[in-house]
């Protein structure tokens, strides 16, 4: 499958997630745990084995700097603002409350996710078609918890409507960027960007998976999903 389609299918499922009442009806908590589970899985086989080898492949040293500058980064935006509505609705978060910089931070994650998406691609097929799933998942449980949480804290309708109309552009604004970057870049930027879609992806997976993992009482399942992303990634590039 092609990058567009991916785009397409993320911008879709934002809009779905946050205004088709069958799609919003069918997402319990316990679900979304588990399907940020096996995105956690995804992301992690895929950074691990073909993003990053890539990225090594091309500049070992920029590559390396590209992956800490994301993770260094997610880490501190996480830490000031709300980085992704997902898990705050799921954990009832009252740390970071849903205010204009919150939004700047989502769709600026937004933003990201579609530049990471044409880097997963430019690293091969399988990369790209294994991310661009992760993404489009994500962008449904995205778009419903969103709306959800802008109701919550008070935000009118047509507010609300504009808001995810704008988390649903951001994704392929920011591929279309990465995508006509690409193809000009010298190989160790490249290298950096690739490390950069690498890094995030490592950080993205891990703060999804590991901090429910540790907890008593939490859904056993989540671990079944998690490893069941990883096994999907390694039966895929063992028959590439």
Known sequence: MSLSFFVLAAFVATLAGGLAPAVRASMSRRGLRRMFSLRSGVLLAVAFVEILPEAWSLNPSTAGWGALAAFAFLFLLGSVAMLDCCPEYLENCSVHLLTGSALAALLLHSLID????????????LAGA???TALALHKLADGFTLTSLLSQNGYARKATLGVLVLASIATPAGCLLGR?????????VLAALLGFAGGSFIYVGAADIVPRLHRRG???WELAFFAAGLAVMTALKRGA
Not at 114 to 125: D, E, I, M, Q
Not at 180 to 188: D, E, F, K, Q
């Open 114 to 125: 579609g530049l990471n998406l044409a880097a997963a691609f430019s690293a091969g097929g």
């Open 130 to 132: 294994a991310v661009g």
């Open 180 to 188: 006509v970057g690409i193809a000009a870049m010298p190989a160790p």
């Open 218 to 220: 939490e859904d056993r």
